[in-house]
């Protein structure tokens, strides 16, 4: 299980630019399951997979109108194959992202197979009142600094 939030990288280790993803990029994150990709995770939640030579292989983008009002806040990566919760395992990633859209929290996950694929097959709205998504902010806010 990977929970890496923010990645250190060697000053002679080159830069993500906007050659690489289409879009900003507010988290890097290794794909347990598939050890020659990358993520990287934009501000709103759109998914780009790269190769560890930093060669973009596919990007998955929220809706126009969810990037509106979302805010990535979390993710984290598994193996496919220890992901009991879902059928049929198979052999890639799986990455479960949290965004915050209006006064709700967005569950998301996507499955990554081998050929780079990116399906999002589950997602779940959690409404949250807004003292809990002050909060939420505030925290994220907190741990970024």
């Not at 990288?9 to 879009?23: A, N, R």
């Not at 006064?103 to 097959?121: F, G, P, Q, R, W």
Request: proline fraction near 5%; include cysteine; aromatic fraction near 8%.
């Amino acid at each position: 299980m990977s929970w890496i939030l923010n990645l250190w990288l060697p000053k002679e280790c080159p830069v993500i630019t906007g050659e690489q993803v289409p879009h900003l990029v507010a988290g890097l994150y290794d794909c347990e399951g598939l050890p020659d990709r990358i993520l990287a995770i934009s501000p709103t939640g759109d998914i780009s997979l790269l190769t560890t030579d930093l060669e973009l292989k596919t990007t998955h983008s929220a809706f126009q109108e969810e990037k509106k009002e979302s805010i990535f806040l979390f993710a984290c990566t598994f193996s496919w194959t220890v992901c009991s919760f879902l059928a049929s395992p198979s052999e890639g990633a799986v990455v479960v992202l949290l965004r915050k859209r209006g006064a709700s929290i967005h569950i998301e996950v996507y499955c990554i197979d081998t050929k780079d694929s990116i399906e999002c097959v589950l997602t779940h709205e959690v409404p949250l009142d807004d003292t809990v998504c002050s909060f939420l902010m505030t925290k994220r806010n907190l741990d970024t600094i």
